[in-house]
């Protein structure tokens, strides 16, 4: 089975729906001249919940009060949509709580990334993305690394600054490595966190620890992880994931020559339980199993190795089993 990068395109792994317009965030009024706009519009994050409007994301116009919100130019649509023209600038309020309840007072309409992230379609998928990832950079950047005083916004919430010793701060991502782990029965490895409800299963995966590349990052995880080494890491794919800042970089790799997958041993820390499922196995289980949600690069890279056969997918096999 060859698998290759871009092959994964039926995740969220398209170009991004969204000019993020970067040159605007230098502009001194930049705000201003937003909130000027009649068909420039907002979306407001509450404690990292939004409104949805149907399978689209609320998006309210320039003029509501914002009060003490932090606001992020988050940049313009590149296509239109059906409730969306294509150029709409877009303006993230992170709101706080009187904000937040004047423009939606029914705590229950407030929901999750991912409660939506299955029901959206672009450009709302990427605006939501991008948002919730600068959300959670804020909301936990308030203090400056080096002195420890208060920062505040700048660049149209692309940076902040120390009030006291001027340096500023810029939103990080963290990679994560997430692997297709085979063996030469082209059998897939499966494991269950520790965290997780009974019967939950997915792909292992791991931050990228200091001064490691990539590649160095699956070897190690994975023997970590399961106690066995793996060779020819070859890189699929990524996707934003802002759990809190993370980018997950998807990987396939093999058992090593001389490793004995029956060897498999959960670290008991992190991963409790290990599997080999061949796609007969995986799809007879495939109604039962609790597996990666459809969104999720995980869920990606479990069917394109699952759609090698030419058989059906996890959905089409938990339908055929009821």
């Excluded at 988050?74 to 294509?86: E, F, K, N, Q, Y």
């Excluded at 308030?142 to 500023?168: I, K, L």
């Excluded at 292992?204 to 620890?209: D, I, K, M, S, T």
Aim: glycine fraction near 8%; proline fraction near 7%; hydrophobic fraction near 45%.
């Amino acid at each position: 089975m060859s698998l290759i990068p871009g092959a994964l395109a039926n995740l969220l792994l398209a170009p991004s729906a969204v000019d993020r317009d970067a040159d605007a965030r230098e502009l001194s009024e930049i705000f201003t001249d937003l909130a000027a706009d009649p068909a420039t519009r907002t979306l407001v994050l509450w404690r990292g919940r939004l409104v949805l409007d149907g399978d689209a994301v609320r998006l309210s116009p320039a003029d509501i009060a914002t009060g003490q919100s932090t606001l992020v130019y988050l940049g313009r649509t590149i296509a239109d949509s059906p409730s969306l023209s294509a150029g709409t600038r877009v303006v993230l309020v992170i709101a706080t709580d009187d904000v937040a309840l004047a423009i939606e007072p029914d705590e229950e309409k407030w929901v999750s990334f991912r409660s939506a992230a299955p029901l959206v379609g672009e450009p709302y998928s990427s605006l939501m993305i991008e948002a919730a990832a600068l959300s959670n950079w804020h909301l936990s950047s308030a203090f400056c690394p080096r002195c420890g005083s208060a920062t505040e916004p700048e660049s149209a919430g692309w940076a902040r600054r120390c009030v006291a010793c001027n340096n500023q701060i810029f939103p990080r991502t963290d990679p994560a490595v997430i692997v297709l782990v085979l063996d030469d029965d082209d059998r897939l490895l499966l494991g269950s966190n520790i965290l997780w409800p009974e019967g939950r299963y997915s792909l292992l995966a791991g931050f990228v620890e200091a001064g490691e590349s990539l590649e160095q990052a699956v070897v190690r995880e994975i023997f970590e992880e399961a106690g066995v080494r793996v060779d020819s890491p070859q890189y699929l794919g990524s996707q934003a994931w802002p759990f809190p800042r993370s980018i997950m970089l998807g990987f396939s790799a093999r058992v090593a020559p001389g490793q004995n997958p029956a060897g498999i041993e959960p670290d008991g820390l992190e991963i409790v339980d290990l599997r080999w499922l061949s796609r007969a196995e995986l799809r007879a289980e495939a109604g039962t199993l609790l597996l990666p949600g459809s969104t999720s690069i995980a869920r990606a890279l479990i069917e394109h190795w699952l759609a090698a056969d030419g058989g059906p997918s996890l959905d089409e096999a938990a339908k055929s089993a009821r």
